[in-house]
């Protein structure tokens, strides 16, 4: 299966060097499925890059076609970080 990078168009990071990467799953090649995105959300400093990546998760990911190949985990990250 792709990651999700690599499948939207849409992403900022697809193709580009994961080094360095704002995007952890990016950055470690890790699948956003896989990804502890509550944590990262949570450690981030407030502000509008944070805002920003709320913004993003919860507008993109519900329609990723990723999601549809992996909904428990995505649908759940998604309630959560909602409820946040």
Known sequence: MKNCWDMKEECPFRG???AGSK?????????CWEFDWLSFYAAMPAGS???EWKRMMLEWC????????HPGPIDSFIESLAKI
């Open 16 to 18: 580009t060097d994961p």
């Open 23 to 31: 995007c952890p799953v990016h950055a470690s090649q890790t699948p």
């Open 49 to 51: 890059e944070k805002d």
């Open 62 to 69: 519900p329609k990723c076609e990723v999601r549809n190949e």
